[in-house]
């Protein structure tokens, strides 16, 4: 048996119906946004060309329109109602990605909620963390709660964190004396420490530090292409 049959054992969370709904009433009001902002503009044909607002406005248009039709067709579909769109272990699984996806996006840039202000940890922290967590929450560990596993990617998020500090501190004492190519000494060490016999618990902490000194040394050092830094880049003066 395969893993949609299993699948189709769990219980569904939304019907097909639901989702041409709500899909169609957000194209209709995203469409909705951009007509009134082409008709501010103008979107009429000027003596020059078209203004600035005619293409967007007559593409608006026809998805409005096709949205409308989608709607009601939806609407008078009774037999998608009893189709489900998606069952409860598709999506717990497309949350453990969309979820991590999400706040390491919001760590990279930093997140802004009213009053509240989280400053962001640069791009190479952030995927060191990422990473770290990522495989600790996706590795097989039979009898092990939800809540020990989580706690267990906290520690493991945060010795990586210090790591991949600690790389980029040894990232300040230069490149190795290779006069053809800049090799900096923390992409070696990085290198060495993943390259060592060690277990999944600390092949979860060296990998992400690994890989993010493996970008910062593509994109900063030899394309000359400086990505989003942090705080801790600022502390050591490098970038």
């Known amino acids: 048996m395969d893993d949609s049959d299993g699948e189709a054992d769990g219980k569904a969370v ?9 899909v169609a009433l957000l194209l209709i009001v995203g469409s909705s946004i951009v007509i009134f902002d082409s008709v501010r503009s103008g979107f009429g044909w ?7 607002g005619f293409f967007p406005f007559w593409v608006a248009v026809l998805l409005a329109v096709a949205s409308i039709v989608n709607l009601i067709k939806a609407i008078g579909d009774r037999g998608a ?3 489900a769109f998606v069952h409860s272990p598709q999506l717990t699984r497309v949350l453990a990605v969309l979820v991590p996806t999400t706040l390491f996006v919001a760590a990279i840039g930093g ?7 989280l400053p962001g940890l640069g791009i190479y922290v952030a995927s060191a963390l990422f990473i770290a967590g990522f495989m600790w929450m996706l ?3 039979e009898g092990v709660t939800l ?7 906290v520690a493991v998020m945060l ?4 790591l991949t500090s600690a790389l980029l501190w040894v990232m300040t004492w230069g490149y190795l004396p290779v006069p053809w190519f800049e090799v900096p000494y923390a992409l070696v060490l990085a290198l060495v420490l993943v390259s060592l016999p060690l277990g999944d618990a600390v092949r979860c902490v060296t990998l992400g530090p690994a890989v993010a000194i493996a970008i910062w040394s593509l994109f900063e050092i030899w394309f000359k292409v400086p990505l989003v830094k942090g705080p801790i880049e600022s502390a050591l003066g490098i970038g």
């Not at 809540?147 to 990617?153: R, T």
């Not at 010795?159 to 210090?162: D, F, P, T």
């Open 139 to 141: 590795r097989d560990a």
């Open 111 to 117: 997140v802004t909620i009213g009053p509240l202000s």
């Open 81 to 83: 109602a009893e189709e």
């Open 147 to 153: 809540g020990v596993k989580a706690a267990g990617a």
């Open 159 to 162: 010795a990586s964190g210090v």
């Open 14 to 22: 939304v019907s097909s119906r639901t989702m041409d709904m709500v």
């Open 46 to 52: 000027r003596d020059d060309g078209p203004a600035p």
